[in-house]
Nanobody, 123 residues
Framework: QVQLVESGGGLVQAGGSLRLSCAVS????????MGWFRQAPGKEREFVAA????????IYVDSVKGRFTFSRDNAKNTAYLQMNRLIPEDTAVYYC????????????????WGQGTQVTVSS
């Protein structure tokens, strides 16, 4: 089993920043990927960013490119999503998720999920 614990959400004004963390523990795989997804009320879960843990460049949904940055700390087995220049449309519950193999822009292949953290951006 893989456990994911997210933190860092909150309420911020438009233009502000937040950094989400996702701590990974438990079983690990030789090759896996992490994704960040978000879900706003009444909407489907949306892909935000993904990263292959072995390396390479992250991928982002167009709406967050240039504003969000995915990073990781291998020593802490923790990934981060730095979110800058937040806008009200970023308001959602944010989830990190892990899958074996390479990343996917669809939430369905991801096997393990965190509990979610609420991000609210006021105008």
């Amino acid at each position: 089993q893989v456990q994911l614990v997210e933190s860092g959400g909150g309420l911020v004004q438009a233009g502000g920043s937040l950094r989400l963390s996702c701590a990974v523990s438990g079983r690990t795989f030789s090759s896996y990927a992490m994704g960040w997804f978000r879900q706003a009320p009444g909407k489907e879960r949306e892909f935000v960013a993904a990263f292959n843990w072995r390396g390479g460049s992250p991928i982002y949904v167009d709406s967050v490119k240039g504003r969000f940055t995915f990073s990781r700390d291998n020593a802490k087995n923790t990934a981060y999503l730095q979110m800058n220049r937040l806008i009200p449309e970023d308001t959602a519950v944010y989830y990190c998720a892990v899958k074996r193999g390479s990343y996917s822009g669809s939430y369905q292949p991801y096997e393990y999920w965190g509990q979610g953290t609420q991000v609210t951006v006021s105008s």
